[in-house]
């Protein structure tokens, strides 16, 4: 094993990679060795409905400028068929899959954040295609890529969702955000039962208060001076990087006791504080802990803190 990229000879599969949190663990795992096939619909030549500029291209020349081997695969994970087919080039090219990322969200401009819409009230179309990419395509994807990952044993699935197992067990915005964002907790610790005789292990992932691309536009701000959003959102001060999340997925993968979290619903920074990895500015944000203990619980402390 290569101390300085213990991923080497892994081979990853992270849905949803065009931007944020996908991008971001996609250039992570190709850092540390793994060749990574990066989905999504967002190409040079058509953007997804998200609307948005970002690319998979860019999301592959960002794995190659970290040192790692990345491909840009078009995919729509609603289509079982294109699915199929990058499935069956991985193994036609690699001969195997040991890492999946089930990423794939796309909704937030249809959730209604902020509106406080009952279910009756929200467009029926809206939270069925909410569902459609929050949750459906995660079982697209697995339900085609995992006999290649079990085909040896190991292999390991992050689900990514927003927010812990326990902050999700309150309403979240509405009927059908709180659905999308459950299922894959409820996912990982059902594929936890069904890999663990395969050796593989489940998990379900999430990031703090993401500075991601369309947050920090949201802002007006950018990543270098992202601080300066504080003054419109205070708790924003606990805000983390994209890379914090990233680099969390490339130390699970590469823990060879990850097992232990088998079925867990685990956050970027419980796992910094469990394999001591920094966001880009060195710090340790947990942000769980912070939203539930200031953010929501009023204690009187600072976001510094918490980093």
């Known amino acids: 094993m290569h101390t300085e990229k213990p991923l080497t000879g892994r081979i990853a599969l992270v849905a949803g990679a065009t931007r944020g949190a996908g991008r971001a663990i996609a250039v992570q795992l190709g850092a540390a060795g793994a060749t990574v096939y990066a989905t999504g ?5 058509k953007r997804s409905e998200v609307g948005r500029a970002e690319t998979i291209e860019e999301t592959a020349g960002l794995i190659a ?16 068929g294109q699915v199929r087919a990058l499935v069956e080039r991985i193994d036609r090219e ?25 279910m009756w009230e929200m467009p029926l179309a809206d939270g069925l295609r909410m569902l459609e990419l929050g949750v ?59 890999l663990e005789s395969f050796g593989g292990t489940a998990v379900c992932l999430t990031p703090g208060f993401l500075r991601s691309e369309a947050m920090l536009d949201h ?9 300066d959003a504080i003054t419109k959102e205070p708790h924003f001060a606990i805000a ?6 990233g680099r969390a997925v490339a130390a699970l993968a590469a823990d060879a006791d990850r097992a232990r ?4 619903s685990l956050s970027s920074g419980q796992l910094a504080g469990e394999y001591g990895f920094t966001d880009t500015d060195g710090s340790r944000p947990d942000a769980w802990r912070y939203i539930t203990e200031v953010a929501l619980g009023g204690a009187g402390r600072s976001a510094d803190e918490y980093r």
């Open 41 to 45: 619909r967002t190409t040079r030549e």
């Open 65 to 80: 400028a970290a040192g790692g081997t990345g491909t840009a695969v078009p995919t729509d994970h609603l289509d079982a």
């Open 94 to 118: 690699q001969g195997r899959l040991d890492i999946l990322v089930n990423n794939v969200w796309g909704g937030d401009h249809l959730a209604g954040i902020g509106e406080g819409h009952k």
């Open 136 to 194: 459906k395509s995660h079982i697209v994807t697995s339900s085609v890529a995992l006999p290649l990952l079990v085909r040896d044993r190991g292999g390991l699935v992050v689900e990514m969702t927003d927010g812990t197992a326990e902050f999700n067990r309150d309403y979240r915005e509405n009927f059908y955000f709180g659905l999308a964002k459950n299922a894959p907790i409820r996912m990982a610790a059902d594929l936890a039962h069904e």
């Open 219 to 227: 802002f007006g701000v950018t990543e270098p001076t992202w601080r």
């Open 240 to 245: 983390e990087s994209p890379v914090f999340v």
């Open 261 to 264: 979290w088998n079925g867990r």
